[in-house]
């Protein structure tokens, strides 16, 4: 195992690191790198200019328009964006739905989708969780049942979906609907893909403890789906749930993002001072700093190895849990840090701050403003794509044999 960078990889990150300087928007890494929210408008912006250059979807085989990449450039990539500023891009359609498609779609399905995927024409939201399945989304209640009729076979779909992250920017929506009501719970589940412009289709959004309504219920009442948009097989869907799950826990890790933000963390403290001294040079605030940067360090090592495992012929595992619940905590305890630097100036909740034309005066630092309202806001990065309880369970399953 050699987890040093081969002189080809250390050129790619040069032509990653001039790619970003020439195309990524000013505007967007100022917002990105402020901790304020990005516009429906910035996602599509920078959707669209990694779509050009053929970077979009770069977990994707070629023959689909991936750009064909190993583990080991996307690491890079990634890395590199969270350093510049870029923003992560939705994952719904690229990073979860397409793979999905292509493993386990039929090629009509993969013909007209994973084009639209590209070009941002659909914009996806997920329908996993509902009140009462969460983390156990064995336990889904919403039905779709097969009829024919004089217009076709469809399936007739009920229920209620709820914590559809960006659902309010969405015409698509993918969801695990219970097409079984006998069988065992995993066995009656499928994948559907639903038009959230159909008639019976309606959300809801929910506020959440950072302002932000980023988050929705979403209520179905006899919604008709013509069958051409079951993925896979009827009943089969948990497998290709677990498939996307494995897609969402590895990138919700953010090794990059963490860089930046630890990054971000180590300016902050060598500029605010507390008791007439830079705050890093505080005791208490200094060794919780060196714990997060040892954290990180040691999950980066992680990460290489399960690079350079899955580059030498090897599938992730267990490992993918194991990144999720380290790269959440890591990401949390290093923005908890950050408003602790704020002091009181993070106090002053002003959710105007974090949009795009707030012209106040500051209330202290400037990095005060979105400090608080980031730090309630990933909270939730523990519980979401599988809480880090969910995880434990199958690291302690799948590796300890209990």
Known sequence: MDLNFTPQEQAFRAEVQAFLKAKLPESIATKVKAGQRLTRADQDEW????????????????????????????????????????????????????????????????????????????????????????????????????????????????????????????????????????????????????????????????RTLDGDKEVNEVFFTDVKVPVENLVGEENKGWTYAKYLLTYERTGIAGVGFCIAALAKLQVIAAKVVKNGKPLDQDPLFAARMAQVEIDLENMKTTNLRVIAAVAGGGVPGAESSMLKIRGTEIRQEILSLIRRAMGPYALPFIEEAQYEGFADEPVGPKEAATAAANYFNYRKLSIFGGSNEIQKNIISKMILGL
């Open 47 to 206: 959707h669209a200019i990694l779509n050009e250059r053929g970077w979009l979807a770069n977990h994707w085989p070629e023959a689909y328009g991936g750009p064909g990449w190993g583990a080991v450039e996307k690491f890079i990539f990634d890395t590199e964006c969270a350093l510049a500023g870029g923003p992560r891009i939705v994952p719904f359609g690229v990073n979860m739905l397409g793979p999905v498609l292509i493993k386990f779609g039929n090629e009509a399905q993969k013909k007209y989708w994973l084009p639209r995927i590209l070009s941002g024409e659909d914009w996806w939201c997920q329908g996993y969780s509902e009140p009462g399945a969460g983390s156990d989304l064995a336990s889904v209640k919403t039905t779709a049942v097969r009829v024919t009729d004089e217009t076709g076979d469809h399936y007739i779909v009920n229920g209620q979906k709820t914590w559809t992250t960006q659902g309010q920017h969405a015409n698509m929506i993918f969801c695990l609907v219970r097409t079984d009501r006998e069988a065992k719970a995993q066995s009656g589940i499928s994948f559907l893909l639903v038009d959230m412009n159909a008639p019976g289709v309606e959300l809801r959004p929910i």
